[in-house]
């Protein structure tokens, strides 16, 4: 079974600030790995994903994303932060294409001015 | 084109009923996913389905829980005999068949609470 860990559950930072959410994850078999963002009172909205090749992906606004198969990491980052990037981003992977995807807990981005 | 719909958006009801959530895929989207997500955490996998087939339903947490796609199109997850404890935001995702397989699109979710 596979399991993820977002170890920050609130990240506080500035507006034009970095940011870079960590998320862990476990599985006994290659998987897919993607991040997702739920702004306010909307649905989960696809980031971006990894399947395989090269290990650092580029997503929508701004966001980009590193696969350490050592570390079993897939960490999130943005260089330059805006006041709508307040959001609760959510790490999942899956084992397979067409499989349920296991999420984790969620972390909390508040962008302040 | 239209993304993945539910309805309705939020639901109140009194501890005992039955409720039925319903989720309106990505037309010629093949795969069809049920989620539950508490508040504070991220969502956990219920079922899913390709075509009206349902692949996997070890996520319903038990036999009050179940969800059908009779036509393969339109999916509904119904609760019997609804219980304080199963008040969450309930997801509905949609994937289309290969290439792009991987990737879930997710709808607005329904609010259910039980009082």
């Known amino acids: 079974a596979q399991s993820v860990t977002q170890l920050d559950s609130q990240v506080p930072v500035f507006e034009e600030a970095p940011v870079e959410l960590r998320c862990n994850y476990s599985?006994?078999?290659?998987?897919?790995l993607f991040w997702y963002v739920q702004y306010p009172n909307q649905g989960l909205q696809l980031l971006l994903k990894y399947l395989s090749g090269s290990t650092l992906v580029k997503g929508i606004n701004g966001f980009e994303a590193e696969f350490n198969k050592s570390q079993t990491s897939f960490h999130l980052r943005k260089p330059s932060v805006h006041i709508s990037d307040t959001a609760e981003y959510f790490c999942?992977?899956?084992?397979?294409?067409?499989?349920?995807?296991?999420f984790g807990g969620g972390t909390r981005v508040l962008v302040k001015p | 084109g239209a993304g993945v719909s539910q309805s309705p958006r939020y639901k109140v009801t009194k501890r005992g009923q039955d409720v039925a959530l319903r989720c309106d895929p990505i037309?010629?989207?093949?795969?069809l996913y049920w989620y539950r997500q508490a508040l504070g955490q991220g969502p956990e996998f219920l079922t899913y389905?390709?075509?009206?087939?349902?692949?996997?339903k070890s996520g319903l947490p038990n036999d009050r829980f179940s969800a059908e796609r009779p036509e393969g199109s339109i999916s509904t997850l119904t609760i019997q005999r609804t219980e304080q404890r199963d008040s969450a935001m309930y997801r509905c995702a949609s994937s289309s068949p290969r290439p792009e397989q991987e990737t879930q699109y997710f709808g607005p979710g329904t609010r259910l609470l039980v009082l």
């Open positions: 389905f390709n075509y009206e087939a349902q692949q996997d």
């Open positions: 999942a992977v899956s084992k397979a294409a067409g499989n349920k995807l296991t």
């Open positions: 037309s010629g989207h093949v795969s």
């Open positions: 599985s006994s078999v290659s998987v897919y």
